[in-house]
């Protein structure tokens, strides 16, 4: 069974930057890919981030590139997801996932994964 604990998630102005953890744990082989998306209130999920464990891609919403950066480490089975110049609009429970499953290893699927944290919640202040 698939355990992911997620951290880091908070309140801050916009301008400020945010570090998201989740540590994941229950598995021998490493994941195809890691990824983090989110889900603003009353919105959609949206992928905003993928990572291959090994040799691939990586992959990064639109709507965050240039200010997030997804970074992995596999000895301690966790993927980060650094948030800088965040805005108002990066409000959202943030949820981290891990996929065996490379047809799922997209922005447009990742959170199809069923392999996911319970969210860390962020807030972005004008």
């Known amino acids: 069974l698939v355990h992911m604990v997620e951290s880091g998630g908070g309140s801050v102005q916009a301008g400020g930057s945010l570090r998201l953890s989740c540590e994941t744990s229950g598995y021998a082989s490493p994941g195809t890919c890691m990824g983090w998306f989110r889900q603003a209130k009353g919105k959609e999920r949206e992928g905003v981030a993928v990572?291959?464990?090994?040799?691939?891609?990586?992959l990064i919403a639109d709507s965050v590139q240039g200010r997030f950066t997804i970074s992995l480490d596999n000895a301690k089975k966790t993927v980060y997801l650094q948030m800088n110049s965040l805005k108002p609009e990066d409000t959202a429970t943030y949820y981290c996932?891990?996929?065996?499953?490379?047809?799922?290893?997209?922005?447009?699927?990742?959170?199809?994964?069923?392999?996911r944290g319970q969210g860390t919640p962020v807030t972005v202040s004008s």
């Open positions: 996932a891990v996929t065996w499953t490379p047809t799922l290893c997209y922005l447009a699927r990742i959170f199809e994964s069923q392999n």
């Open positions: 990572i291959y464990t090994h040799n691939g891609p990586t």
